[in-house]
């Protein structure tokens, strides 16, 4: 069956309700089921609704997927912003203290985490997905650049001198690689001697990055 190119935005609160019930179940048959096994008819027998009404609300499971993905990045993101701890706007940049820092950074650990474990299964099919799908790869891709931004943006904001762009790209690397292999690889150690070594990494790039840019903290100062 060919799906139908217009889907609708809803507008009345049934219809909203009826198209949070397919990306739920979009979630749960996609975990379950993985991507090849998903079908339209699967995600709409769970929802509760017919095969056509689907396809009012989405063009084919592929567009489902990608939503689910933005809505993952959304949060993730929000997340980690929420924990950090950002000067006004037109502030003078200031230096957070070791404490600090390690803190903040253990926090947004933790976050990138609990994301991963989530759905460890809807997470894999995402990462699979990404080299099969463009648009997915490329919405992605987009939200990854916005969550680089935010992370060159902090930096700057903790007065990290040297390319912000560039180390806020290999923190974000940093993080999603090591938090992806433990989580949902074979972890060689512990979870906390994974964050702890993977905080005090990220700390190091931060503090000493390849182009000598640092947030100075009490410990990293240089003597006179």
Request: aromatic letters at 6%; hydrophobic letters at 45%; glycine letters at 6%.
């Amino acid at each position: 069956m060919d799906a139908p190119l217009r889907v609708r935005e809803p507008a009345q609160a049934r219809s909203k309700r009826t198209r949070e019930a397919l990306l739920v179940a979009g979630a749960v048959e996609f975990s379950e089921l993985g991507y090849a096994r998903t079908t339209t008819k699967s995600i709409a027998e769970r929802a509760g609704v017919a095969t056509g009404s689907f396809y009012q609300y989405f063009v084919d499971k592929d567009a489902l997927l990608r939503e689910l993905a933005v809505e993952r990045q959304v949060k993730v993101a929000a997340d980690v912003l929420a924990v950090v701890t950002l000067p006004a706007r037109g502030s003078v940049p200031s230096r957070p203290g070791a404490a600090q820092l390690k803190m903040q950074i253990a926090a947004i650990v933790e976050l990138v985490m609990r994301a991963h474990r989530e759905d460890p299964n809807l997470h894999a099919v995402l990462t699979e997905r990404r080299y099969a799908d463009r648009e997915l790869d490329a919405s992605s891709a987009v939200g990854e650049r916005a969550l680089c931004d935010a992370i060159a943006a902090m930096l700057r904001c903790w007065a990290f001198v040297g390319d912000s762009p560039a180390v806020a790209f290999v923190l974000f690397s940093m993080c999603e690689g090591a938090v992806h292999g433990h989580v949902l690889g074979q972890p060689v150690v512990s979870d906390v001697r994974f964050t702890r070594a993977l905080v005090d990494a990220l700390i190091c790039v931060i503090s000493r990055g390849p182009s000598k840019g640092r947030v100075a903290t009490p410990k990293s100062k240089e003597r006179s």
